[in-house]
């Protein structure tokens, strides 16, 4: 199985401000097909996950622009160029570049 | 705009099976383009994909979870469906179903939480 490690586990961020959350897998998440399957997914309180970013960098349907993915190789990051209240929740990134597995969730919070 | 709802016991009993439906709305599950997924988030593994099911019945089960996991799909009723067997307090969590397109996890549901007590 790919294991994916996030970094921070916590991140509090005040309004406006950025925010950045890394995920390092523990091998290339290619797919055969040559493509990296390596999504962001945004989790509220009480409500299921949500996609926010595919394949890296692409931002799903009406996912604000404030939201931006990068990465290459085993490493990748999730930016939010300046935080919202709305923002708060827990973060994950995943790959279904394999058998899909999940990392282990980023808390953001408002300072 | 597609919706999908889980629906379940709530409460199963150690080594008895857990069965849960995910029913779909507003658009067909009897697509080439979607994929349909179980996944739980419990509180000792967090997130974990279960499996995934195509229209025909295709599946695809998680190795570690393979042995336990059973699912299929109602056409008809615009339904796909996960037994998970022999449970055990460790599969107390909340079950999802979501939507996959081109490993894309799209939609999901709002989960179901079960829980296993005697």
């Known amino acids: 199985d790919i294991v994916l490690t996030q970094t921070p586990l916590s991140s509090v961020v005040s309004l406006g401000q950025p925010a950045s959350i890394s995920c390092r897998s523990s091998?290339?998440?290619?797919?055969?097909?040559?493509?990296?399957?390596l999504s962001w997914l945004h989790q509220r309180p009480g409500q299921p996950p949500r996609l926010l970013i595919y394949e890296i960098s692409n931002r799903f349907s009406e996912v604000p622009e404030r939201f931006s993915g990068s990465g290459a190789g085993t490493y990748f990051t999730l930016t939010i160029s300046s935080v919202e209240a709305e923002d708060v929740g827990i973060y994950y990134c995943m790959q279904a570049s394999g058998f899909p597995t999940f990392g282990q969730g980023t808390k953001l919070e408002i300072k | 705009q597609l919706h999908l709802q889980e629906s379940g016991p709530g409460l199963v009993q150690p080594s008895e099976p857990l069965s849960l439906i995910c029913s779909a709305s507003g658009g067909s599950i009897s697509t080439s383009y979607y994929n349909w997924a179980w996944i739980r988030q419990t509180p000792g593994k967090g997130l974990e994909w279960i499996g995934s099911i195509s229209y025909t019945g295709s599946t695809y089960i998680s190795p570690s979870l393979k042995s336990r996991v059973t699912m299929s799909v109602d056409t008809a009723r615009n339904q796909f469906s996960l037994t998970l067997t022999s449970v055990t307090a460790a599969d107390t969590g909340v079950y999802y179903c979501?939507?996959?397109?081109?490993?894309?996890?799209?939609?999901w549901g709002q989960g179901t939480r079960v829980t296993v007590s005697s």
């Open positions: 091998q290339s998440p290619v797919h055969s097909d040559g493509h990296i399957y």
């Open positions: 979501a939507s996959v397109r081109l490993n894309r996890f799209q939609l």
